[in-house]
C-alpha cells in the first residue's frame, strides 16, 4: 500500500467508524425516524446510501470491480437493525482496505466513464480518475456523517 492509499484507507475507516458509532448509541426504534422537514432522511437510509456509494467510488470505480447500485433504494425506509448496519460498516470498511492494499499505484490515473445507474442521480456522469473517485467517496461520507450526528441529535430531542 502506498503512502496515498494508506491516507485514503485510514480517511475512510475513521469515517465509517465513527459511522458505527452514532448507529450504535441509537435506540433500535429510531432509525427510521425523519426529521419533519420533507425531505430529510433516518438514519438507516443515511447509513444504507453511504455504504452504498462509498462501495461503489471506491471498489467499483476506484479499484475497478464490479458493483451494482439501486439508489432508490437506498433511501427506503428498512427493517434494518442497528446491528446489520454496523455489521455492513465494518465489512466495508475492511473491503475497502484490502482493495486499497492490493490497488496499483498507476491505477489511481485511470479515467473512467461511470454510468448514470452507478454514479447518481443528482449530477451527470462525467469522466473521472480512479483517485478522484476514492477522493469524492471521502468527502461524500463525510457529509453524511455530518448529517448522522445531527439527525441522532434530532431524534435524541424527540425522545425528551
Known sequence: MTDETATYAR???????????VIAA?????LNWR?????????????????????????????????TRDRRQEFLARDTSADELISATRLLAAEIESALVALEPRALDRRLL???????EVTRPREISARE??????????????ELRLTHDLAGRRME
Open 133 to 146: 473517485a476514492i477522493v469524492e467517496s471521502i468527502r461524500h461520507a463525510a457529509i453524511h456523517l455530518g
Open 114 to 120: 461511470p454510468s448514470a445507474e452507478l454514479f447518481g
Open 26 to 30: 441509537y435506540p433500535a426504534d429510531r
Open 11 to 21: 480517511e475512510l475507516r475513521w469515517i465509517l467508524d465513527q459511522i458505527a458509532e
Open 35 to 67: 426529521p419533519a422537514t420533507g425531505s430529510a432522511n433516518g438514519a438507516g437510509a443515511i447509513v444504507t446510501h453511504v455504504l452504498s456509494c462509498t462501495r461503489v467510488y471506491v471498489l467499483g470505480f476506484g479499484c475497478g470491480q464490479g458493483v
